[in-house]
């Protein structure tokens, strides 16, 4: 029998085990572990952090299959030598095939006071607690933003409509929202905040943080919360990890996103080094070519894969506007809105 362990249940590795699900040796088995009974989508945490939708509308169930077996807790060792993974509260678990999906955690860049004084969006829990904080601000409090890329401006838009009598603000290092996009589309966002009374502040370098308090340098910035999406980092099992790996932190695979040192050890995601940009299209689509690959082993062929083709980025401004990037084309407006909403449908639907 053929053991195929998969940690992670997030876009990538439930992509891998619904891929293997559909075409499966009856003598294969396929453990999935997750600390939880369900994915949550991540890219729609910013709006439970907002309170816009709940819980319940991001989960999508684990498949339900004679050959698929869950297995839930936390991964706390991978033993590449004797092909055993540690969880906690369960037995250790062999694999034949392992792939590594685990995701990302938040990047706080050695900041002092970052991890203990600032709230995330990296994790179905730590999102709730963040939307908790954020609703518990007082009437014309202050919630501060630190990143303005792709996070921290959903977070801010939905949060504009979800809570008019607060004060936001956005705090980024670059020169403006959106930094990484072009200008067409970083000023269609900084018109959309300065239209809905929220505050950006460019060139910020924060030194620290304390309760209540941000250092720009010499210069305290007052706030009731702060919520943090300025950058990732491979999870901590990852950053333990001895191999090779690139500034980022990621692991370095193979063309067969297999680690060149461990055959059959694959690493999809926040997790793998990749000439993209993380997200969760990119490890959809290395979720399938994964999936393809293990399958053409088992059957003892050589695998083919074509290269990995992204089709764009896609954010919202609440629930009425959006923008997005397809190619070097910038979209602007409703459509691009109406597209990720489309997408979110998709994904719960495929999933489910």
Sequence with gaps: MSKIVVLGGGYGGLTVVQ???????????????????????????????????????????????????????????????????????????????????????????????????SCSIQSLSSTRRTFQQINDIRPYGQLTIVG?????????????????????????????????????????????????DVEMRSHISITSLEQGVLHNGDEPILTDVTVWTAGIQPVELVQRMSLPKDPQGRLIVNEWHELPDAPHVYVIGDCSSQPFSPSAQLAGAQGKQVAEIIRARLDNKEPKLSSIKLKGVLGSL????????????????????????????????HFG
Aim: glycine share 10%; net charge negative.
């Design 19 to 117: 891929e293997l699900l559909e075409h499966l040796p009856s003598d294969a088995r396929i453990y999935l572990v997750d600390r939880m009974p369900y994915q949550g989508l991540k890219t729609e945490y910013y709006a439970l952090a907002a309170g816009t939708v709940s819980d319940l509308e991001i989960r999508v169930n684990f498949p339900v299959h004679p050959q698929l077996q869950m297995v839930y807790g936390d991964v706390t060792d991978v033993d590449l030598d004797n092909k055993i993974v540690h969880i906690t509260e369960q037995e250790p678990l062999s694999y034949d095939s392992l792939v590594i999906a685990l995701g990302c955690t938040d990047n706080y860049h050695g900041i002092v006071g970052a991890p203990e004084f």
């Design 148 to 196: 303005g890329g792709l996070s921290g401006v959903e977070v801010a838009a939905e949060l504009r409509e979800s809570r008019a009598d607060i004060n936001i603000r956005i705090l980024d290092r670059g020169n403006s929202v959106m930094s990484a996009f072009p200008g067409k589309l970083q000023t269609y966002v900084a018109d959309w905040f300065r239209q809905h």
């Design 318 to 349: 609440g629930k009425k506007a959006g923008f997005g990037l397809m190619g070097a084309t910038p979209l602007l407006g409703r459509i691009p809105r109406m597209l990720k909403s489309g997408v979110l449908w998709k994904s719960k639907r």
